[in-house]
C-alpha cells in the first residue's frame, strides 16, 4: 500500500524559507504515471494546489501563488520536497503531499499533512 | 485568472439525494477536465471520491457519483448518511500541469 508521509519544521519565521519533505514507501516515485504534488489548507480555509513534479525533475506550480515556490525531487531517497520563500503569516497552513495520477488527471494517495505556522 | 466555483453550503435530509456542482467562472466544464471529487472531515486528510468525471475511486460506496449537468461537473449522493456530513472539494485539471482546486461545500446531514 503507497503510504506518503510530509516532514519538515512546523514552525518557520516570517521571511524565511519554508522546507518540508514528502518521503514516498510502498511504491517507487520513479513511475511514469505518476506526478508528485503539494497542496495547502490555512486553517478553516479550502484546498489550494501548490505544484507538481514528475520524476524526471518538470515542474508545474500554481501562477497564482505569491511566494516564490521550488519543488524538487530526489529518485535515489524516494522523496521529493517543497520550499517557499519569504513566508509570511498567510503561508500558514496544512501541508499535504500527494501522488497525481497522470493519466486521469486527480490525487489518489494523500499524505497526513503536517501544519506549518509562520510566526516570529 | 481561472476559478472553479462550488456552493459554500448544502444541507440535505437523512436518506435524501443532493447534487454539488463545480463549475468555472468563464466557460463549461466538460469531461476534459477531468474532474474529481474529494470527501474531508475536520482534521482529517481528503479522500478521493471520484474521478475523470464519474469513476468512483476503490471503495467508494455506490450512494456517490459523479456526472457532467449543464455546464458544471456534479457530485450527487443518493440516500444521504450522517457521515455524509463534510466538506467537498472538485478539482479540475487546466492542461499543462495545472490543477485548481473550488473553494470546497459544506454538506450538513440533518
Known sequence: QLQLQESGPGLVKPSETLSLTCTVSGGSISSSSYYWGWIRQPPGKGLEW??????????????????????????????????????????????????????????????QGTLVTVSS | QTVVTQEPSFSVSPGGTVTLTCGLNSGSVSTNYYPSWYQQTPGQAPRTLIYSTNTRSSGVPGRFSGSILGNKAAL??????????????????????????GGGTKLTVL
Request: charged share 15%; hydrophobic share 30%.
Open chain 2, 76 to 101: 450527487t449522493i443518493t440516500g444521504a448518511q450522517a457521515d455524509d456530513e463534510s466538506d467537498y472539494y472538485c478539482v479540475l485539471y487546466m492542461g499543462s500541469g495545472i490543477s485548481v482546486f
Open chain 1, 50 to 111: 501548490i505544484g507538481n513534479i514528475y520524476y524526471s525533475g518538470s515542474t508545474y506550480y500554481n501562477p497564482s501563488l505569491k511566494s516564490p515556490v521550488t519543488i524538487s525531487v530526489d529518485t535515489s531517497k524516494n522523496h521529493f520536497s517543497l520550499k517557499l520563500s519569504s513566508v509570511t503569516a498567510a503561508d500558514t497552513a496544512v501541508y499535504y503531499c500527494a501522488r497525481h495520477d497522470y493519466g486521469d488527471s486527480y490525487f489518489d494517495y494523500w499524505g
